[in-house]
Structure formats: C-alpha cells, structure tokens
Nanobody
Framework: QVRLVETGGGLVQPGGSLRLSCVTS????????MAWYRQAPGRERELVANITATGGTNYIDSVQGRITISRDNAWNRVTLQMNSLKPEDTAVYYCKVGAYGRDFWGRGTQVTVSS
C-alpha cells in the first residue's frame, strides 16, 4: 500500500518560513520523481516543485529563490523549505508521486500566510 503523509504546515506571518515534510511508504522511494503541489481556495491545483531520482529540481517561477525542495532517500522523505513566504502562498500543499502507472497523493497540509 502506497502512503504519503505531509506534515509541517501552519500559520505564519508574511516573510516567515515553514518546512514541509512528506514521508512515503510502499514504494522504492529512491527511484521516483517526487513533487509538491498546492491548491488555493477557488483555484486549480498547481505544481510547486519537483525533484528527480538523481536530484534534479524544477520550480514554478513564483517560488523560485524562496522555496527549496530536497529529498532524503534514507528516510523516504521529501522536504519543502519555504522562506520569505507571501500571502499568495496560502494553500493546501500536497505531496505526489507517480508510480505503478498512476499518481499517489497525500492528504495535504494547510499553509496560511497572514499577519
């Protein structure tokens, strides 16, 4: 059974930082590209960043330079370090992996950026 569990969300003031983690089970984690998505109220879910099995990374323009994705294959974990947060970063953040011919998602963790 494939499981993804996100933690680390919360309420933070503009300019603050949060660190999201996604721990996986049921897959050979080290061979898969891992991704973080987010969905803000009334908007479609969008890709934030991904990291390949070899450590290559991609980011959407709006988070470039503020958010860093990383992975720890020993702990089957992918992390999203978010700095200089803005109100427009407010969303539910989801972890995703494509494996066995389909996408698997976590339940998400809420990030709220507000003063």
């Amino acid at each position: 059974q494939v499981r993804l569990v996100e933690t680390g969300g919360g309420l933070v003031q503009p300019g603050g930082s949060l660190r999201l983690s996604c721990v996986t089970s049921g897959i050979n984690f080290k061979i898969y590209t891992m991704a973080w998505y987010r969905q803000a109220p009334g908007r479609e879910r969008e890709l934030v960043a991904n990291i390949t099995a070899t450590g290559g990374t991609n980011y959407i323009d709006s988070v470039q330079g503020r958010i860093t994705i990383s992975r720890d294959n020993a702990w089957n974990r992918v992390t999203l370090q978010m700095n200089s947060l803005k109100p427009e970063d407010t969303a539910v953040y989801y972890c995703k992996v494509g494996a066995y011919g389909r996408d698997f998602w976590g339940r998400g963790t809420q990030v709220t950026v507000s003063s």
